[in-house]
């Protein structure tokens, strides 16, 4: 019984903390990362799905991210879903790449990041 319950609380906690690392992974902290538009959804064709599904994302820069869709009549409606999302960052495009640079923190954007990371635990 003690066994089942320490299995079960184990679980538990592991479910929390792939929780957590998936919320933070998801804050602009100055430096690129695949996981900042992992939630941003894109209205195409009348139909919602996920960046994911649509494009390559990669880093070719430590502060950019490069967005590559599948079919180039979505670059449109990419940019539109990464201006609705509060990413807080201009979309480049040339045609066929979406770049995002990642601007550096400033103390201001460090202070709002505290605050929260603060509410999410």
Do not use: C, W
């Amino acid at each position: 019984m003690i066994r089942e319950l320490l299995h079960d609380a184990e679980g538990r906690m592991r479910g929390a903390i792939l929780s957590l690392e998936s919320d933070l992974g998801a804050f602009r902290t100055g430096r690129a990362s695949i996981q900042l538009v992992d939630r941003i959804v894109v209205e195409m064709y009348g139909v919602d799905m996920p960046l994911k599904q649509m494009a390559v994302v990669s880093v070719p820069e430590p502060q950019q991210l490069a967005i590559r869709p599948y079919d180039a009549n979505a670059i449109s409606a990419i940019e539109r879903a990464i201006l609705k999302s509060n990413l807080g960052i201009m979309p480049n495009n040339d045609g066929k790449i979406i770049r995002l640079n990642i601007p550096r923190l400033t103390e201001e954007r460090r202070r709002d990041l505290r605050k929260m990371v603060g509410r999410r635990v």
